[in-house]
């Protein structure tokens, strides 16, 4: 169950980054914190070095297609000091460039071109985004929830290996 979240850490992000804080919730004794998209790389390097929030766990996205700004782009944060967790959500459009974490967290780099490779996020400040998991010739992002994983599959080992794939 969603509650909304107002403890120490909120209060401070609020008061530092102001409207940059879009929403702060608790579910299921988890502190998750939705933030503008283009202060994303701000509210990081300030998480890192202010509330010692040092390991990125895990960077990935979640595709809401019927939404206008349909991907939530998802870190997962862990502070050793406080042994304590942060989720930090942001959304974008289709197209909408989203700041790298990739100089806060260099963690970020091969997470980040997860993201890229499955859903199309492109990373602006990324040092070397591109795909990581599929070939380069790949069409199509994977993780979507509009993409047709069987059409693809056959289409790219006709095209790659000369042989029907047996889908």
């Not at 850490?9 to 919730?25: M, S, Y």
């Not at 990935?60 to 050793?80: G, H, Q």
Request: aromatic letters at 10%; a negative charge.
């Amino acid at each position: 169950m969603q509650t909304p979240l107002n403890n120490e850490l909120v209060t401070r992000l609020r008061a530092k980054f102001g409207a940059g804080i879009l929403e702060a919730i608790e579910d299921r004794k988890q502190a998750i914190v939705l933030v503008e998209s283009g202060r994303l790389a701000e509210i990081a390097l300030y998480l890192r070095d202010e509330e010692k929030f040092d390991l990125l766990s895990d960077l990935t996205a979640v595709d809401w297609p019927k939404r206008e700004k349909r991907f939530d782009i998802v870190l997962n944060l862990y502070s050793f000091p406080k042994n304590e967790r942060l989720r930090i959500k942001t959304h974008a459009a289709e197209g909408e460039q989203v700041p790298s974490s990739f100089g806060v967290w260099p963690t970020a780099n091969w997470l980040e071109r997860e993201v890229f490779d499955m859903f199309g996020i492109v990373f602006s400040g990324h040092p070397d985004l591109k795909r990581i998991l599929l070939p380069d010739g790949w069409q199509g992002y994977p993780l979507r929830k509009d993409y047709d994983i069987i059409q693809q599959d056959t289409a790219w080992v006709r095209e790659n290996l000369g042989i029907e794939s047996g889908q």
